[in-house]
């Protein structure tokens, strides 16, 4: 069966889907398996789980009961075939370029995304002989002719970070459908609760689960879900033959649990993944309150003299408001940016503030502030700065779920003392 939970609504899924109460015990949390191996009655029974006759965990690099679970979980969350989970969302997008692409191979990908993934594109990568064309990220024509013959994925993000700029999906699923390239999003700052990309025509959905779907800032993880609606057979991704002859369907993901995973070593803990199956239940719940604080957060900087300008997707002066609407359904997420001018305002304004932290991360319970020219952005050269839309006097929020009257005084306050 493809899709898991399908009937339920995705708040219900988030709590059952995917999970068959552990039967021995009757415990109701996710069993951690802390075992590196997993024994076996006879020599035979091994043999078969090797030679993929019979399915079972053998390594805990390569799968494990505790990260089957969760990938499970988050397979259905994304209307997925199959998923895997790896140590961090950066080894999660490095699988899934390795396993499309090889040297000579080429990227296309917005620009405006994440900084480790555009270091990884745009600098770690190319040593090992794979070239990113980065288009810029709403321009829809801008993917069409970029891809070419050596093309392996199209790459974008949901909201560009910190640009926040929204691409229209659909459009450039079109185009990736119609050239037969395998479409990735990245969908870790939406979460399936406001958009489950596969609904649009993505192939291979991406998380750093490090964030919204942990929750509460305490581990690291990240996971891939093929979508099922690419057909690996496709003469572009050749290298999957031997996979899809013996797997089908199936191919993408074998090939990553078989080979590039397991090869590079790539594996999540299984103690990570219990903590994110706790901070999961709740992420519907949390979500909301993350769009309503950040929108009116938005709200009361957008009409304030002391801001030279707020972006927020919710709202309607943002340039890509319309995507927005069509794509989240009424929820825009929890980051806002927001200039002041100077490099020297804004640490003013950071330092004056008591309850946001300033750290680099997003998606937590707390409200969380940056300065991305003089931090994650602090490696690119100007023209790629301006084209992540990071400047000098550029402040982003991770907006938490605290009450809204002391966010808004917290900022509120540290602006007047600006
Ligand atoms: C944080 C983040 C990543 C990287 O995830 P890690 O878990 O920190 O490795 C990738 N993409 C986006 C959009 C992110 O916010």
New binding site residues.
Partial sequence: MKKDCQKSHIETQLIHGAYEPEKTTGATALPLFLSTAFAYQSAEALEAVFAGREAGFVYSRINNPTLDRFERRMNALENGLAAISCA??????SATVLGLAGTGDEIVSANS??G??YSLFGHTLKRYGVKTNFVNTTDVDAYREAINDLTKLVFI?TIG?PKLDVPDIAAIARITSEKGVVLVV?N??TTPILLQPEALGANIV?H????YINGHGNA???IIVDCGNFDWSNKRYAHLDTFYKRFRNFAFVAALRNQICRDIGLCFAPFNAFLMSIGIESLAVRLERHCANAAKVAEFLAGDSRVTATRYPGLTGHPDHEVAVRQFHGRYGGLLTLTLGTKERCFRFINGLKFAQNAA???DAKTLVIHPASTFCRDLDEQERQAMGVTEDLVRFSIGLEHIGDIVNDIDDSLKQL
Avoid: P
Wanted: charged share 10%.
């Fill in positions: 961090s969302g950066m080894a999660a997008i995304i994440f480790g993934t993000e970070n990245d870790t700052v991406i750093s689960t490090s964030k690291i993880g990240g991360n997003l998606g």
